[in-house]
Structure formats: C-alpha cells, structure tokens
C-alpha cells in the first residue's frame, strides 16, 4: 500500500488561499490520490480526488505532481469551517479492494 | 439518500464483554469497508465487503473481531471478550461500482470504550 506522508499541522488566516502539502513517493500507476477531511466526532468527508491531472471542484483543487510523487490540495479562500484534519490518501485500484490508505493527517487552524 | 448510517455512536463496555456495531450502507453502494481511529491518526483499513462477501481483512482484525454482511446490505462488526486496546472510533464506508475513481462515504463512527 501507498504510504503517504503531510506536515502535522498547518495554520491559515481566513480568506487567504491555503496549499496544503502531501507525499506519495510509493504510489502505484494505477492509485487514485484521494482527499478527504475530518471534524472532531465524525467521518472523513471527501474532498477531492484525481489520477494525473489537475483536478478543481466546488471545495478545493488538486495539483497532482507530473511525477505524481506528490500532490498538494489548494483551498482557495480558507473559511472557518474549513478548519480539520486533512488526510492525503491513495485509493488502491490495481487490486480488489479499492481500499484507501490514510496517513496521519494535517490539522489545518485557519484563523478569524 | 441517508448517508452512511452507523450504530450506537458510543459504547461504554467493561473489558471481557462482547460488542456489536451495526452500518448501513447507501442503498445502492455494492462496496462497504470498516476502518479503525485512534486518537491523533489516520483512519487504518480492517475490512472490505463487496456484496455480501467479505474479500479483505487486516492483520488488524485478529480472530476477537468478526463482520458480515449478510444480504449484502447492512454490515455488523462484533468484537468478543474486549480488551482495552480496542478502544478506538470505528468507521464504516460505502462505495460504488468504478474502482478507485469513486470517493467513499463515511458515517459518523462508534465511538468504543473499554473500562
């Protein structure tokens, strides 16, 4: 599995753009990078995902690394509520299981 | 659509008893997964049903921990004789049919402790 590794924390001011760092050196062809981000006392939530290309949604953009050893999730206008764990994770698709593998997660504090 | 349902949100239990977490998945999602979360990290993997067979489980899931999924709908995950290492938040997960291009749903968490 995909190790992934991201900084342990992080702190923004509100409404600056956010670029938040994530390493998947050991990522196979075929593993999609997935995002997802998490509030004390419930489930990840997903943010974004993507193969190769960039990728922008309501939430957030993904820029994947050409070499796709990396990939950073940019939050373009930090809010309040954006404040939680971001985990980097990459999602198995060359087995059977499809499986995400988390790391530790970045605290993100985004500050009034 | 619900979401992903999981029950009880907390469980208090005393070391030695047997527990039992139920999850719903979303109805139309083929694929369910149980995680575990100890505090400060990441969610770890423990199992993978894709129907109503169980395909993978984790070195994590020793021979206390047992899932089904039964129908291919809801899913248990029973816990025999707890010990204290096995408080943690437990997580499940759905997904669809498309492989790794298709985001996973969480639930809220059981939250377990063991006294």
């Known amino acids: 599995d995909a190790k992934t590794t991201q900084p342990n924390s992080m702190e923004s001011n509100e409404e600056e753009p956010v670029h938040l760092p994530c390493n998947h050196s050991t990522i196979s062809g075929t593993d999609y990078i997935h995002w997802y981000r998490q509030l004390p006392s419930q489930g990840p939530e997903y943010v974004i995902h993507?193969?190769?290309s960039n990728v922008n949604n309501r939430m957030a953009s993904l820029a994947i690394a050409e070499d796709r050893k990396s990939s950073t999730l940019i939050l373009h206008r930090a809010t309040l509520r954006d404040a939680a764990v971001y985990y980097c994770?990459?999602?198995?698709?060359?087995?059977?299981?499809?499986?995400?593998?988390f790391g530790k997660g970045t605290l993100l504090t985004v500050n009034p | 659509d619900t979401g992903v349902s999981q029950d009880p949100r907390h469980k208090i239990t005393k070391r030695g008893q047997n527990v039992t977490f139920r999850c719903d998945p979303i109805?139309?999602?083929?694929?369910l997964y149980w995680y575990r979360q100890t505090l400060g990290q990441g969610p770890e993997f423990l199992t993978y049903?894709?129907?109503?067979?169980?395909?993978?489980k984790s070195r994590l899931l020793s021979d206390r921990f047992s899932a089904e999924r039964p129908k291919g709908s809801f899913s248990t995950l029973e816990i025999q004789r707890t010990e204290q290492g096995d408080s943690a938040m437990y997580l499940c997960?759905?997904?669809?049919?498309?492989?790794?291009?298709?985001?996973?749903?969480f639930g809220s968490g059981t939250q377990l402790s063991v006294l």
């Open positions: 994770s990459s999602r198995n698709s060359g087995g059977s299981n499809y499986k995400l593998t």
């Open positions: 109805s139309e999602h083929n694929r």
């Open positions: 993507g193969l190769t």
């Open positions: 049903f894709q129907n109503e067979a169980q395909l993978e």
């Open positions: 997960a759905s997904s669809g049919n498309r492989g790794g291009n298709e985001k996973l749903f």
